[in-house]
């Protein structure tokens, strides 16, 4: 969509809603309007900057002017005004009428300014999320083009991973590996930190390896690594839990589960109007029927060559905005045991319309992520058979669409990756 006809629809939501101007302060929701990119902030796409839109779709964008090329003033047109960041508070106080911001993002200097000149403050969402969050056709064609090309590098990674000594290897050095794979893969930058945790290490949800706690991958443990790249076309976040050596029991049985999980939520089918936390237990039920369970989120929304957490919907408990369809999602159950190892696996899902039996309109996801499930820590007898044809369709996918792109030495190694369980031998 050009960023002419995105600042007509919130102008229009504007003015529907007897508002006369908005005040956004995240710097992805004006990206996002303004179909910028720029590279202020590190692992995210975005212009550091804030904005006012007004009912008529103008803008008074705040940001550094230097960064703007004449190309880009022109791509911007007429209806976008551009002025230094130290113009913002005189824009703020030069407003009257109903103005919007959204509580949970702006800063209260704004609400401040905004009383002072004597505007109404209301306070609503930002206008700009619910729009970024439904994604266009183009824009999940990205998405899809993205999680492609990352796919190669985290087949590299894993296959680069198994062919190491145990002990012979550290967490640091599987995230040079794997951002080196995602650089030659076409990525412009990491999504986030990437998550390299072996053993204890990958108990620690949001762990970052440092030279301080750096561990050697040894035989007998897991390794859990999250990790995800930005890409011109769209953003990824995947996590594989990998069994380095032969794996503690309760690891299997709690990474089966874990896996059911993932299943659940992926082949599920829901009426339309129900919201994240209507349906996260269909993720965690697995685990608790074990009387187990996860202390995150089971999904956060991600962004299109954006943010890779971008609100302001979840799948969580405490997500009360329904999901519509192009809406993406991460799908990340896991299992933490303190001081032992740790379990999640993660896939991104898009939100798309689905049909019941009966006709009835239903929405469901589509998985986008493309990587090989280890099936070395899978418990087969505690699978059904619907979670066993998922599985094997979805590795089917995996090596008929990222096998091409591979080198011939490659190719063998998914293959007996995602050869169909019913071949795995225990």
């Not at 306070?123 to 190669?152: C, I, N, S, W, Y």
């Not at 204890?200 to 990790?227: C, F, K, M, Q």
């Not at 299992?335 to 939100?351: D, F, H, K, S, T």
């Not at 058979?385 to 591979?406: F, K, N, Q, S, T």
Request: with cysteine.
């Amino acid at each position: 969509a050009s960023a002419e006809a995105r600042r007509a629809q919130v102008a229009a939501d504007l003015k529907a809603a007897g508002q006369g101007a908005a005040v956004l302060t995240l710097p992805d929701s004006i990206s996002w309007l303004l179909n910028l990119r720029g590279a202020d902030i590190p692992r995210n796409p975005v212009v550091q900057s804030f904005a006012i839109i007004d009912d008529t779709g103008a803008v008074q964008l705040f940001a550094a002017p230097e960064k703007f090329t004449p190309d880009v003033r022109a791509a911007l047109g007429n209806a976008v005004a551009i002025a230094p960041p130290e113009d913002f508070a005189a824009a703020l106080s030069a407003l009257k009428g109903a103005v919007r911001i959204d509580p949970e993002s702006a800063p209260v200097a704004v609400a401040a300014a905004l009383t002072a000149a004597g505007a109404t403050v209301v306070r609503d969402r930002d206008p700009v999320a619910l729009p970024k969050a439904r994604k266009t056709a183009a824009e999940l064609q990205g998405m899809r083009d993205a999680h492609l090309a990352d796919a190669v590098a985290m087949v590299r990674v894993l296959a680069w991973i198994d062919a190491q000594t145990p002990g012979r290897f550290s967490e640091i050095d599987v995230v040079r590996a794997l951002e080196g794979f995602r650089r030659e893969a076409g990525a412009t930058d990491i999504s986030f930190d990437t998550i390299s945790g072996a053993g204890p290490n990958g108990a620690i949800v949001h762990y970052r390896v440092t030279e301080a706690s750096n561990r050697t991958v040894a035989s007998g443990e897991l390794l859990l690594l999250d990790s995800g790249g930005q890409y011109p076309m769209g953003t990824t976040d995947v996590t594989r839990t990998i069994a380095i050596g032969p794996a503690p029991e309760a690891a299997r049985d709690a990474y089966t589960r874990v896996l059911q999980g993932l299943i659940g939520l992926s082949r599920l089918r829901f009426p339309r109007g129900l919201a994240g936390r209507d349906i996260e237990a269909v993720a965690r039920a697995p685990l608790w029927q074990a009387g187990r369970d996860f202390d995150h989120g089971t999904g956060h929304g991600v962004g299109a060559a954006l943010c890779v957490h971008e609100g302001p919907l979840r799948i969580s408990r405490r997500s009360e905005l329904p999901l519509e369809p192009g809406m993406i999602f991460s799908n990340e159950p896991g299992y933490y045991r303190e001081g032992e190892w740790g379990i999640r696996l993660e896939n991104l899902i898009a939100v798309e319309l689905a049909t019941g039996p009966d006709g009835r309109d239903l929405l469901g996801f589509e998985t986008l992520t493309l990587v090989p499930i280890d099936r070395r820590l899978i418990e087969p007898g505690m699978l059904s058979r619907a979670e066993i044809a998922w599985l094997d369709a979805y590795h089917a996918r995996v090596a008929a669409e990222v096998g091409p792109r591979l080198p011939p030495d490659l190719r063998g190694w998914l293959a007996a990756a995602t050869a169909p369980l019913g071949d795995l031998t225990v």
